[in-house]
Structure formats: structure tokens, C-alpha cells
């Protein structure tokens, strides 16, 4: 299908042009055929008129676990050890494919209707996800985290259950979709396995080209205790197990050193910052303007419902942008452009996504913001805007890979009445009885 946008104002995330105004935006299939102010010649199968909206890149979501919006407040008031042992790890135990299948579809409803086109999750029964990420549209990078809890010295990929769940999900689902679903290796943290697992995982991402996926650094403790472990820090011990051999995301990165951060720069880890999470669980501030001076990758994620309490990554960007002023005393210390790109081109990049950037050739992830809304006039700086006063409540289309699946208040991949129904009837009953 051919679609023309036209009168846009778009933020491109392309330094050479970062807004554009009064522009015509085409979409062939997948792809942008053509972005700039002359109209193109030809028909289209239909035409948009952008007026008094803004065009973006659809959201990147570089850190999830969507299934966890049945969770949504679940164990608020403590610390992320506290929260995991006593409230997430219990609840999960009483999952099944139907818990997931709803908590997924209920998770991805609330992401594509605040302008999220593209994900990195983490989750158990994961082909369960993948299943609805196909319908629902958008592009998804999914992992399961592997996790061990045996001695190191009886590890075997043959009990491991994750490692088995690694391989079906890269036979089953790696590619699906036309490229729409990637499969990532991943472990789900340094303090839930051993060095056994991280050396099966690392080798399982090398034989098959796949990035990797973990959870860093989040709290005080667990920084602490891997050093009087083992004498490193969690990044510095994963490389040596040939972790990060292709690259990866590291989720949170809160208490990373100075020297992590060469690390992360020298193998092309991007550091997944989560704002919101981590002062909710009361885990930190990560140092984000330090890894950006290092030269990292830095990314967004709203991690999952239950430490959160939603997807909005509105939300993470402005926290992204005002919190590092607030505690470098540096108004400069994160700009506006670098909050959008968080979550735009530098996720995509993380994800290995041909997206994030308004530009001829990449993939058509757009959406659109209703600048007519009190919250967004009158407009003095359309980035400024977008950072410091836009909700996810604002977004009035979403196109992913050059279908709109969100328009105008209505779900065009999804039946939200049939999710809810489900959540209700079904999954929160199995869960908490």
C-alpha cells in the first residue's frame, strides 16, 4: 500500500535536517519512498493531511517485559530484591501460555497507543509473545533470559530449561514475519546464573550472530557483591566469559564504573537507561550524561508495568532529559534532541533496527501527535514540545513497517474489549485467585 503524508511537521532524528516543515512524506510497502517539501509525482492509495500534527519515529522500547502489565503496581513501596523475591517471583510461578498471551496483548495495546513501533523484551514462555507481537503489528526483539540457579559445577544445557527455550525460539521464530521478530541470546542477570550458563549462552549468540540482552548494574548490591565475588564488575566478568563478543544491550547500568564504560564503548554495548523503574524501586540514578561523553550507545526502556507503573515512554523521555539537569546542576547536561533520540534512532541502532530516522529507504515506523491538544499549544520549539510536554495520550497514529495499526483512538491489529475481557476473566483470576 501507498501512503502520502502531507503539510508534515517532521522531527526526522537526521542531524542534516532534524525538523521539517511543510514536507511531504511517502510510504511504499514497508519503507519511506521519499521525505521533503516538494510533493512526489505519482498516486498513492491514500493521502493524510498532517495538519496541526507532528510527525516522528515510532518509539523504541529498548527494555520490557511486556507480559508484566498484569503486574501494573503489583509490590509497590520496596527495593528490587524485595520486590523480585516476595511479590514478581511468586506471581510468576502461576504463568501459563494464556497469562502470557493475555498480559502481552494487554502490555502492547498501551505501548502502540502511546507510539511505540519497536521493542526489546525479556520474558518466559516467549514464543507465546512472539505469537501476539505478530499480530499486533509492531517489531520485536525477543530474548529469554536465562537463568541457573544450580551449582556451576552440575550446569548442563540438556536440564537447563532456558537454554532449550534459546534454541526454540531461534528455530521457531528468528526472522518471522519477514524480519518482523528477531531472536536476541540472553541472560537475565550476572546474580540469577553462573559462569557455565553465560559461556553456553555467549557461545550459542556467536554461532548465530545474535546480540545479547541483559540485566547490569541495576542496584547497589548486586554491583557490590559481584566485585566481592569475583573480583569484577558485572560487565568486566561477562566479557570475559565471551558475553558481549557481539555486542548487546545492557539494561539500567545505574551503578556502572568509568571503566565499564570503555568497555561498553570499545564492544558496542548500548546501556538501556530506565528512569522511571529505578527511582521507583529506589535503585539509583544512572550517569547518563558520563556515558554519553564516553561514547555509549544510550537507549530508553520502561522495563515492565510492575516497577513502573505504565509504557509511556513519553514519560522516560522527559525524566530522561530533566532528571540529569536536577542532578548535575547543568542544564546542558542532556538536550532535548539527545531524550528523543534515547528513544528513536539510538534504540533502533541497539536493536539493529533500519529504523528510528525519517529518511528515504528506512522502515516506515511513524507516528503521529496531535499538536492541537492544550498540552501541546501553542508551539515555540516542536522538539521542546515533544520532550517536556507531550503524553502518549497525545499520539493519534501509529504506523509500523508502513501499515497504521493505531488511528484515532482505534486499535486496527487488536481487540481491546477481547483483551480486557481476557485479563479479567482469566488471567488475574489464575494469578492472584
Known amino acids: 500500500m ?7 511537521t517532521a522531527v526526522t532524528m537526521d542531524p542534516a535536517r532534524p525538523v521539517l516543515k511543510d514536507a511531504f512524506v511517502a510510504v511504499e510497502g514497508r519503507s519511506i519512498a521519499s521525505v521533503g517539501t516538494v510533493r512526489p509525482q505519482g498516486e498513492f492509495d491514500r493521502v493524510i493531511d498532517c495538519a496541526g500534527k507532528v510527525m516522528m519515529p515510532g518509539l523504541v522500547n529498548a527494555h520490557t517485559h511486556v ?9 509497590g513501596g520496596c527495593d528490587l530484591h524485595t520486590w523480585l523475591n516476595d511479590y514478581i517471583f511468586p ?6 501460555d494464556r497469562c502470557v498471551a493475555a498480559g502481552a496483548a494487554l502490555g502492547l495495546a498501551e505501548m502502540i497507543a502511546s507510539g511505540t513501533t519497536c521493542i526489546a523484551d525479556m520474558y518466559m514462555n516467549t514464543e507465546t509473545i512472539a505469537q501476539t507481537i505478530l499480530e499486533a503489528g509492531i517489531s520485536a526483539n525477543l530474548a529469554c533470559g536465562a537463568v541457573y540457579f544450580g551449582a556451576p559445577e552440575d550446569f548442563s544445557p540438556e536440564t537447563c530449561n532456558d537454554c532449550g527455550n534459546h534454541v526454540r525460539l531461534f528455530e521457531n521464530w528468528h526472522g518471522a514475519g519477514d524480519g518482523q521478530i528477531k531472536v536476541d541470546a540472553s541472560i537475565h ?5 553462573c559462569p557455565p550458563a553465560w559461556e553456553w549462552v555467549a557461545d550459542f549468540a556467536q554461532k548465530h550472530g545474535l546480540g545479547m540482552h541483559v540485566h547490569v548494574s541495576e542496584t547497589a548490591s548486586e554491583h557490590e557483591k559481584c566485585l566481592e565475588k569475583y573480583g569484577m564488575t558485572p560487565i568486566a566478568l561477562l566479557d570475559r566469559y565471551g558475553v558481549w563478543a557481539n555486542g548487546g544491550i545492557a539494561a539500567h547500568c545505574v551503578w556502572v564504573s568509568d571503566e565499564d564504560m570503555e568497555l561498553m564503548r570499545e564492544r558496542k554495548i548500548t546501556a538501556v537507561h530506565n528512569p522511571v523503574s529505578n527511582l ?9 550524561p558520563a556515558l554519553l561523553r564516553a561514547g555509549v550507545n544510550v537507549a530508553l526502556g ?15 523521555i522527559k525524566l530522561a532529559a530533566i532528571l540529569h539537569k536536577g542532578v548535575s546542576g547543568d542544564p546542558t547536561a542532556v538536550s532535548a534532541f539527545d531524550a528523543l533520540a534515547m528513544a528513536t534512532v539510538n534504540g533502533a541502532n541497539a536493536l539493529r533496527r533500519d529504523t528510528g530516522v525519517i529518511a528515504p529507504g528506512k522502515i516506515a515506523d511513524l507516528i ?10 501553542p508551539c515555540h520549539d516542536v522538539m521542546e514540545n515533544l520532550v517536556y510536554s507531550a503524553r502518549g495520550s497525545n499520539v493519534c497514529m501509529n504506523m509500523a513497517r508502513g501499515k497504521i495499526i493505531y488511528e484515532n483512538g482505534t486499535f486496527l491489529t487488536l481487540d481491546l474489549e477481547k483483551i480486557r475481557a481476557e485479563v479479567e476473566g482469566y488471567a488475574l483470576p489464575h494469578i492472584f485467585g
Do not use: C, W
Open 302 to 316: 520502561t522495563d515492565g508495568v510492575a516497577s513502573n507503573n505504565n509504557h509511556d515512554l513519553f514519560e522516560e
Open 67 to 75: 507480559p508484566m502489565a498484569l503486574m501494573r503496581g503489583y509490590g
Open 368 to 377: 503521529l501527535l496531535d499538536f492541537t491538544q492544550p498540552n501541546l499549544f
Open 91 to 96: 506471581a510468576e510461578d502461576k504463568l501459563d
Open 2 to 8: 501507498s501512503i502520502l503524508f502531507t503539510n508534515v
Open 280 to 288: 521507583k524501586l529506589a535503585s539509583g540514578v544512572a550517569r547518563v
Open 189 to 193: 542477570a550476572e546474580y540469577t546464573s
